[in-house]
């Protein structure tokens, strides 16, 4: 993943029905310390070293399924939501101001991928990455992956990469040179899973990870497996939100 800015992935989030859960996941997973702002409605900051790496908040309606969400940065979010909406995503939070941090919209890609867009402020976003206990890569899982292709090139002006590999033709999208997110056709995923974006997170070793992870009441939905960066695992938390953990090779 390139430096942090416009473009790229830059936050990430988690959405949970028992925030204190979560949180009490999180940090024996990763490790990671766990802050909750005045005035925020619950909403998380969770540190590594001091260092901001991701957020949590309850979910907003019971029919809200806990999940993460990826932010991809931008430096007018007004103007990227109607860029995206010009290419047929959905907008469903038009751009609003969060508490002088930044400004945030939701929208659903056209094939029905939900992220976020976040145009900074005083939060800039994730202050670590790429190390164990922070998020390394975003990656998309859709069933239409031309038409994925062509939004996110049209809104973001990523390259597409197309790569194959073991599961099938693989995406890497980029931005000028430096690799920001992946892509994948989902077929291999029941009907009932939706499409949507991964988080990754770095971690020193993936087995004892996935061992640590089930240990705290999580289920393992596929891994550990060997990929080229690394082994990784996917891993739903004890409320429900999927995420991955690789340990990166050194050539990674």
């Not at 770095?202 to 705290?216: F, G, I, P, Q």
Request: charged fraction near 15%; glycine fraction near 10%.
């Amino acid at each position: 993943m390139s430096d942090l800015g416009p473009g790229v992935p830059i936050w990430v989030d988690v959405s949970s029905s028992d925030i204190e859960k979560t949180r009490s996941f999180y940090q024996d997973l990763f490790g990671w310390t766990a802050e909750v702002p005045e005035g925020g409605g619950g909403y998380t900051l969770f540190l590594v070293d001091g260092k901001m790496v991701a957020g949590g908040g309850p979910t907003q309606s019971p029919e809200q399924h806990p999940a993460w969400s990826t932010y991809i940065g931008t430096d007018d979010a007004k103007e990227t939501a109607r860029k995206a909406a010009e290419a047929d995503a959905q907008v469903i939070m038009e751009p609003f101001d969060v508490m002088g941090q930044g400004q945030m919209a939701v929208l659903s890609d056209p094939t029905g991928a939900f992220f976020c867009l976040w145009q900074p402020q005083a939060h800039r976003g994730a202050q670590l990455v790429n190390k164990p206990g922070s998020f390394c890569w975003n990656e998309l899982y859709t069933r239409d992956v031309p038409r994925a292709q062509e939004f996110y090139s049209t809104v973001f002006g990523w390259t597409i990469d197309e790569q194959q590999m073991d599961m099938g033709p693989y995406t890497v999208f980029k931005l000028g040179d430096h690799p920001v997110a992946g892509g994948m056709n989902m077929g291999f995923l029941p009907d009932s899973v939706p499409p949507h974006w991964l988080t990754y997170f770095a971690v020193d070793n993936t087995d004892a990870t996935v061992s640590k992870a089930r240990e705290l009441g999580a289920q393992i939905l596929a891994g550990p497996q060997p990929t080229p960066l690394g082994p990784m695992a996917v891993i739903q938390d004890p409320v429900g939100a999927a995420f991955a953990v690789i340990q990166l090779s050194e050539n990674a």
